[in-house]
C-alpha cells in the first residue's frame, strides 16, 4: 500500500508595511505633539538659608560749595588762546596793580607823618552848636566823608566828677571804629563826637567838651559796663584820628 504525502497548505497573512522617514525629508506624523520637556527642578530654602534683607541707602545730597571768584580764568584764557605770554602779562599786570597799591598806602602813610604836627598852644575853639576844643595835634592825613570808616581812640569822661566811662588809650584795649553817618553809636560815642571828628583829619588830636543836647541829652544813658552817664551831663573827650579809609562793603 503505498502512502501518499502531501505538503500542508500554505497560509498567507496580509503584511503590513511601516513607513520609513529619510532624515532630509522627515515630517512628523499627523496628530503628533512634541514631548513635554521635563519638569525642572524646584529650589527649596530652608530659613536657615534664606539671606537678611538688604538696605539701600539712599546718597545724601551734596554739600553746597562756596565758590570764590578769581582772576585765574583770565589768565588760562589768554594762554590757551594767545600763548604763554599773554597769561605771563595778565599776572604781572596784577603783581603791578598790587605793589602799586602797597606804595601808594606807604607814600599816604609818609605824607600823613610828615604833616602832622603837634600844637604849642592849645587855644579854645567854640563851635555854634555849644561844642568846644582844644587842638592837641594836627593831622596830616586824609578827611572823612561820609560813608567813610574811621578808627579812633578816644577817652571820655563825665566833666563835673571826672568819672572815665570809656578809654581806649589804657592797656591794649582795641580802638573804636566809626562809619561816618551811621547809627547807632557805640562804646560812648556820641553825635558831638562824630561831628568833631568831621573836621579832623588821619594823625589829628583834640580834647573836646560836649554839651548835653549833642551828648546823651535828658535821659542820660547806661552804657553797660557798669558806666552810667546822667541826665544832661556834659562830656569830656580826647579824640585821636588813627585812620581814615573807604568802608567795606
Request: net charge neutral; proline share 11%; glycine share 8%.
Amino acid at each position: 500500500m503505498a502512502t501518499s504525502f502531501s505538503s500542508p497548505p500554505f497560509l498567507s497573512y496580509p503584511l503590513t508595511r511601516t513607513p520609513r522617514f529619510s532624515s532630509s525629508s522627515q515630517t512628523p506624523p499627523p496628530n503628533s505633539q512634541p514631548p513635554n520637556p521635563p519638569p525642572s527642578p524646584k529650589l527649596t530654602t530652608t530659613s536657615s538659608e534664606q539671606q537678611p534683607p538688604v538696605t539701600v541707602r539712599e546718597p545724601k545730597p551734596p554739600k553746597p560749595t562756596t565758590t570764590v571768584e578769581t582772576t585765574d580764568w583770565i589768565a588760562s584764557s589768554l594762554t590757551r588762546r594767545f600763548g604763554l605770554g599773554a597769561g605771563l602779562a595778565w599776572a604781572a599786570f596784577l603783581a603791578v596793580g598790587v605793589i602799586s597799591e602797597q606804595i601808594k598806602t606807604r607814600i599816604e602813610v609818609s605824607e600823613q607823618e610828615a604833616n602832622t604836627r603837634d600844637v604849642e598852644k592849645q587855644d579854645e575853639v567854640v563851635l555854634p552848636n555849644g561844642i568846644r576844643y582844644y587842638e592837641l595835634r594836627i593831622g596830616g592825613g586824609a578827611s572823612p566823608r561820609n560813608g567813610d570808616l574811621v578808627v579812633l581812640d578816644l577817652k571820655g569822661k563825665i566833666e563835673s566828677r571826672g568819672e572815665v566811662f570809656v578809654d581806649t588809650f589804657d592797656g591794649d584795649k582795641k580802638p573804636l571804629a566809626l562809619v561816618m553817618g551811621s547809627r547807632p553809636y557805640t562804646k560812648g560815642m556820641c553825635e558831638g563826637i562824630e561831628y568833631i571828628v568831621r573836621s579832623m583829619k588821619a594823625g589829628g588830636k583834640r580834647r573836646v567838651i560836649v554839651p548835653p543836647n549833642l551828648g546823651f541829652g535828658e535821659k542820660g544813658a547806661d552804657l553797660g559796663t557798669g558806666a552810667q552817664i546822667p541826665p544832661f551831663a556834659t562830656l569830656e573827650y580826647i579824640v585821636e584820628v588813627d585812620k581814615v579809609s573807604i568802608a567795606p562793603a
